[in-house]
């Protein structure tokens, strides 16, 4: 299972979305592969510009697996913040938590940000 950052799904929700973008998120959907985390849904569901969107999004929300975010992920979020600043990089918050998310659960993020280079290395 791959979780699949925002970065990636808003090319596959909206019309104009980079087509390279867009095929590497539907490769992960057709092989069953595609997966999100709490995170990634609210960052998406703030998007939101149109009524097809939602309805894509709804759609998702039911045939997604959908990766915990508990307790432990929290603290592997701030253990992970705290790595970053002491290696001189700061990162988004939600990018963050959604990194710690996917170490936890010994998954990849498929992305187009730079952040989850460094995040998922340190």
Same mark, same amino acid.
């Given at each position: 299972?791959? %979780?699949?950052?925002?970065?990636?799904?808003?090319? !596959?929700?909206?019309?104009?979305? *980079?087509?390279?973008?867009?095929?590497?998120?539907?490769?992960?959907?057709?092989?069953?592969?595609?997966?999100? $985390?709490?995170?990634?849904?609210?960052?998406?569901?703030?998007?939101?510009?149109? +009524?097809? +969107?939602?309805?894509?999004?709804? +759609?998702?929300? !039911?045939?997604?697996? +959908?990766?915990?975010?508990?307790?432990? %992920?929290?603290? !592997?979020?701030?253990?992970?913040?705290?790595? $970053?600043?002491?290696?001189?990089?700061?990162?988004? &918050?939600? *990018? #963050?938590? #959604?990194?710690?998310?996917?170490?936890?659960?010994?998954?990849?993020?498929?992305? *187009? *940000?730079?952040?989850?280079? &460094?995040?998922?290395? %340190?």
């Amino acid at each position: 299972m791959t %979780i699949v950052d925002t970065s990636l799904w808003v090319h !596959q929700l909206r019309r104009h979305g *980079d087509s390279k973008k867009r095929t590497r998120v539907e490769e992960l959907l057709l092989a069953g592969e595609a997966a999100w $985390c709490a995170p990634v849904r609210l960052e998406l569901w703030r998007g939101v510009g149109a +009524e097809k +969107e939602a309805r894509v999004l709804k +759609e998702y929300e !039911q045939a997604l697996p +959908e990766y915990a975010v508990d307790e432990e %992920i929290w603290e !592997q979020a701030c253990e992970l913040a705290y790595r $970053c600043r002491c290696a001189g990089k700061t990162a988004p &918050f939600a *990018d #963050i938590l #959604i990194a710690a998310c996917a170490r936890h659960h010994k998954v990849e993020v498929a992305h *187009d *940000d730079a952040h989850y280079d &460094f995040l998922m290395a %340190i």
